[in-house]
């Protein structure tokens, strides 16, 4: 989703949030030091497949997926990273690798860790690698209603 549908979503769901532009950046961590974000805040979108179904793991740009703690906790028999390849037509109106964690707009299960979820704010890529949207963690959740789960090192 461009820029401009994701803060038209916003606005129309009533919630505050800051739009950050900064240097071209392509990891979470680049992101966040790029838009003076603490990494702890700063959230990336992992694709995932569990049994078959695309997914969003959604974490801080500090921490690392425990793909099998993933695993567990869903009551997956399978789970597996899902290549660019096979989720770029999914996000035809994103840069690849800049997704917004709003899977509920793609039709994708959301899953936040524990860690990400405990920040009053996040930040995270808004469809670009040049932009990053802030709001605060809670119009998120009301938003996306994703499943907090502990599934980071």
Known sequence: MPVKKLKEFLDQNHVKYVSI??????TAQEVAASAH???QSMAKTIIVDL?????????PASRKIVLEDLREIT??????????????????DCEIGAM????????MEVFVSDALAANPEIAFNAGSHEEIIKLAYKDFARLVKPNVMSFTT
């Open 21 to 26: 532009t900064h240097s071209k950046a392509y």
């Open 37 to 39: 974000v603490p990494g």
């Open 51 to 59: 049994d078959g179904d695309m997914a969003m793991a959604v974490l």
């Open 75 to 92: 009551g997956s028999e399978r789970a597996h990273f899902v290549s660019e390849a096979k989720f770029k037509d999914r996000f035809h």
């Open 100 to 107: 917004a964690p709003f899977g509920n707009l793609y039709g």
